[in-house]
């Protein structure tokens, strides 16, 4: 019973990793197409996504965009979780609502609706009009992640550096921000690899500025080619670094305060 | 109720001053009619239920909440609005309220870091602060790893060092073990003689407040039951509250018979009392009162004693013991219940068997008479 | 304790500053507060408000113009393709969300009960990683693994079976759909399973419960929000997804997602575009709102009976 079961779960997991594992083993197969066997070992799609200025273009247009989103929705998702924490107000509900919905808007959705608007305002076609959306789309998840670091911080902490003679902006500078600051760095690394990844919005409100995803979106409607492997491999290897690094970082945190015991 | 009759008049003499402070939260009132004077060098303990509003009214001094009506005084000036940032009232927390990202050090530091002091000086005086409170070896560890009593400890110094001229002090004891209680009781007791600030200091505890303070504001509801001295509010309660709140009191209803030189004599369904200790002069013939006789005041004996007065004949239905001392529980005509504090020590003379009648004797000095409301 | 509260909340905090001068205190709300309104309010709100008047904009030689028409809304709604391609949608939806469900379920139910912390974190942890990959380079590795040539019918080949056509159908579009919402399901109901109180999955054995039974009556009953949740979730992702039936699906038919681009690529389109994303928007409101409904009313009414 409990075998079945085991073998059940390994069954799911292949069917998740699947893509993954397969996308990356044959990024390094010499052949056109991934067909069994595999053929020798070989660089040439990573050799050939490096050779093309399109590609690394547009990946520096990615991280241009990955990192001014990063740092707009995670102060605006700061900001939006205090008030939330802080404060009890007429409207909070929908103050709540309108930092977490966007998430769950499919982001096709968000995509026509972000190109119609951004474009009658003027703002479209640029990378600009993608910082636009995604900060749209990043700040729920910084809010959610500082709100939830939030709602564990001691009753008084705050109350106790006013009563020590802190303002509200000292104690903000002082006392939230660094009790908040494994979080804040979370969000940060977190919504730098949703922005890198994201490619409907971006498709739609670019322009001509491709980022690396919609990149990659277009090479795929048109014709196979193994350079999606190497540049999702990339990419993918990119996204788990930031990942692990904010858990690196969270650690680290934790040893320093352990240490000092 | 009036402010406690030892302050004067003189509006400078008082630190602290309350007037007809109210605060709702709601529709509930948290605090009201609150009148108080607190002087320089008080140790003042602010004593009350869960829910009676002591915390409010220690956060109002703080800044952390605003009364909704009357008025506070810091040395004659209004502080009703005052941020609590500006007002140099520190508070030890309960919960200590450490900051948990900075080191012991660097918690004492804080208040000084908002005062701009150079980080040579604060650092000198923030590590002097430690010594005296004996954890000076703590100052380069984590909060986070500290015991009570050491957290409590660095509290304490977080707030002192920034010498203030009132420490607030909110149950600061309540999350500690017995043994450290009574160790910390002293420490601040000492600390407030030696330092000679004033000291407003909240609890629920009475042998807390009684240990340290030298006036204790008893609170219910929100409203001031009684202000006075330890022992005098110890030994007279002036409201059934109060009575029921502080000590082991007996309290039998009663109403005047007559005032006569030798005392008072209250009829009660337990039989007539006599009371010499001096009483409210609004209270005339036919005033419904209260009769009160401390648990540790009443003597038991097997036999009726002669000519004793304030002798109730009870059978004994309980006794539980707390270390050294003893409390009988017995129950009088009509199921009144009655109680008796004694030593351990004098139980060797008495034989105690369930459902044994006693003597109870109330002493005419040490009943108390005060208004039924 | 529950005074504390609501001295924070019922105005201790809020009143601070007072005196102190209301106008740095409005600095500070404004500067905290203050970007998520604006941003949020500019930049999302006011979007799906304009894309809903676009709707009865007009399209006139290539041109946009303001309008109040409702030309966009008979033109789609009266056509036979548009009410296709919503139900091949919202099939394709419903069964990745139905799938996934209950795919998922076992799995959950063993990392979140049956194995050790350790493995249930690992587990969680591998589960998250999809997450950070991209999207689009997974579905392109489906297209290539699931084709004719590809790696799966090579094996099926092996043993005598096919070759299967996988892509450029409905089961194509599936496969995509579940690699795009098989980790949020799995790791949503882990989340629930794992918050349910282990003393009730206790009773129900000691009261007689086999595995079986205590699953039926106490898990799933336990964990059902969490279960609803992940599956309306599912079906909100897989109804928007553009992807799977692009690169698997084969585009032919078309989804409404596929409508919608094409409507915009394909001539300056927006405001039917705009009908078909208001369209979607209503569904998926709905459905999220009956959603919050059962998942909301129903523990209302089971506290109510407590």
């Known amino acids: 019973m409990r075998f079945l079961l085991r073998f059940y779960v390994a069954i799911v997991f292949v069917f998740i990793f699947a893509p993954i594992v397969v996308s990356f083993v044959f990024s390094f197969s010499e052949n056109r197409f991934p067909t069994l066997p595999l053929t020798a070992f070989s660089t040439i799609w990573y050799e050939k996504v490096l050779a093309e200025p399109v590609f690394l273009e547009s990946f520096r247009r990615s991280l241009i965009v990955a990192s001014v989103t990063s740092v707009l929705s995670t102060f605006i998702g700061f900001g939006a979780a205090y008030m939330d924490y802080r404060y009890r107000f007429f409207g909070q509900k929908f103050y709540v609502a309108i930092g977490m919905i966007p998430p769950m808007i499919p982001v096709l959705i968000l995509g026509v609706a972000m190109l119609i608007f951004l474009s009658q305002v003027g703002l479209s076609g640029g990378l600009h009009s993608v910082i636009i959306a995604h900060v749209v789309l990043c700040t729920p998840f910084a809010m959610a992640l500082v709100r939830l670091k939030l709602s564990q911080m001691p009753d008084n902490l705050e109350a106790a550096a006013w009563n020590l003679g802190a303002n509200e902006w000292r104690s903000m500078r002082m006392v939230v921000v660094p009790f908040?600051?494994?979080?804040?760095?979370?969000?940060?690394?977190i919504t730098a690899a949703i922005s890198l990844d994201e490619f409907a919005i971006a498709w739609f409100v670019s322009g001509l500025e491709e980022t690396l995803p919609v990149r990659v979106l277009n090479l795929v409607a048109r014709q196979s080619s193994p350079s999606v492997n190497a540049i999702g491999s990339f990419t993918f290897t990119l996204s788990l670094t930031l990942v692990v690094l904010a858990q690196v970082v969270l650690v680290a945190n934790q040893r320093r305060g352990e240490k000092k015991a | 109720m009036t402010a406690d009759a030892s302050a004067t008049d003189d509006e400078n003499a008082a630190l602290l001053r309350f007037t007809n402070v109210q605060k709702k939260f709601g529709d509930s009132f948290a605090v009201r009619d609150f009148n108080l004077?607190?002087?320089?060098?008080?140790?003042?303990a602010i004593m009350g239920p869960s829910g009676c509003g002591k915390t409010t009214t220690l956060r109002m001094l703080a800044g952390l909440e605003h009364p909704t009506a009357g008025e506070i005084r810091r040395n004659g000036e209004m502080i009703n609005g005052l941020s609590p940032w500006l007002r140099r009232m520190p508070l030890v927390w309960q919960n200590y309220a450490l900051f948990p990202f900075l080191t012991v050090l660097e918690n004492v530091e804080f208040g000084l870091r908002n005062d701009k002091v150079s980080k040579i000086d604060r650092r000198r005086r923030a590590s002097e602060w430690l010594d005296r409170l004996g954890i000076g070896d703590l100052g380069h560890r984590s909060p986070t790893t500290l015991s009570g009593g050491q957290a409590q400890r660095v509290a304490l110094a977080r707030a002192l060092v920034l010498e203030p001229e009132v420490l607030l002090l909110d149950e600061p004891l309540s999350a500690l073990d017995a043994n450290m209680v009574v160790r910390m009781q002293t420490e601040i007791a000492q600390l407030q003689k030696a330092l000679g600030i004033t000291f407003v200091?909240?609890?629920?505890?009475?042998?807390?407040?009684?240990?340290?303070?030298?006036r204790v504001v008893i609170m219910n509801q929100g409203k001031i039951e009684q202000v006075g001295e330890p022992l005098e509010v110890y030994r007279l309660p002036k409201t059934r509250f109060v009575a029921e709140f502080v000590g082991t009191n007996n309290i039998i209803d009663g109403t005047i018979v007559s005032h006569s030189p030798s005392g008072v004599v209250v009829e009660t369904k337990l039989g007539q009392f006599v009371s010499t200790n001096p009483i409210d002069g609004t209270l005339g013939e036919a005033s419904r009162v209260h009769i009160i006789a401390s648990a540790d005041l009443v003597s038991v004996s097997q036999d009726r004693p002669k000519d004793s007065k304030n002798v109730v004949t009870a059978r004994l239905i309980g006794e539980s013991f707390a270390g050294t001392i003893v409390i009988l529980v017995f129950e009088a005509?009509?199921?009144q219940e009655l109680k008796v504090q004694l030593q351990q020590r004098a139980l060797q003379d008495l034989s105690l068997d369930p459902n044994q009648e006693f003597h109870l004797v109330f002493e005419p000095m040490d009943t108390l008479v005060i208004p039924s409301v | 304790m529950a005074k504390t509260k609501l001295d924070r909340a019922g105005g201790g905090a809020l009143e601070t500053g007072r005196a102190s001068g209301s106008a740095s205190r409005r600095a500070f709300i404004g500067v905290f507060g203050g970007p998520l309104v604006f941003w949020q309010g500019l930049f999302f709100v006011a979007?799906?408000?304009f894309m809903f008047v676009m709707t009865f904009?007009?399209?006139?030689?290539?041109?946009?113009s303001a309008d109040f028409t409702l030309a966009n809304w008979q033109a789609i709604l009266a056509a036979d393709y548009a009410w296709d391609a919503y139900l091949r949608s919202a099939l394709g939806a419903g069964l990745a969300a139905g799938i996934a469900t209950v795919v998922a379920f076992p799995c959950a139910y063993y990392l979140g009960l049956k194995t050790t912390p350790r493995v249930r974190i690992l587990g969680a942890c591998l589960i998250m990683a999809p997450f950070f990959t991209s999207f689009l380079v997974r579905t392109y590795t489906w297209r290539t693994m699931l084709g004719d040539e590809g790696v799966l019918n090579a094996m099926l080949g092996w043993l005598g079976l096919g070759p299967f056509q996988m892509i450029n159908n409905l089961f194509g579009s599936v496969v995509g759909y579940l690699t795009l919402v098989m980790p949020l399901v799995l790791l949503l109901q882990l989340f629930s399973i794992s918050g349910i109180d282990r003393r009730l999955i206790e009773a129900a054995h000691n009261l007689g419960c086999n595995p079986f039974q205590t699953v039926f009556r106490v898990i799933i009953p336990g964990a059902r929000n969490g279960i609803v949740l992940a599956a309306t979730f599912a079906f909100v992702l897989s109804f928007g997804d553009l992807i799977s039936p692009q690169v698997l699906g084969g585009s032919n038919p078309p989804t409404l997602s596929i409508l919608i681009v094409d409507q915009v690529r394909g001539g300056l389109q927006w405001p039917r575009a705009s009908v078909i994303a208001v369209m979607m928007v209503v569904t998926l409101g709905v459905l999220v709102s009956l959603a919050m409904a059962f998942v909301y009313g129903g523990s209302t009414k089971r506290a109510k009976r407590a």
């Open chain 2, 333 to 335: 005509a009509g199921g």
């Open chain 2, 37 to 44: 004077e607190i002087g320089r060098g008080d140790f003042v």
């Open chain 3, 57 to 64: 904009w007009a399209v006139r030689n290539y041109q946009l």
């Open chain 2, 201 to 214: 200091y909240v609890t629920h505890n009475q042998s807390e407040a009684f240990a340290m303070a030298n």
């Open chain 3, 47 to 49: 979007p799906l408000i």
């Open chain 1, 180 to 189: 908040c600051w494994p979080a804040i760095l979370a969000a940060i690394f």
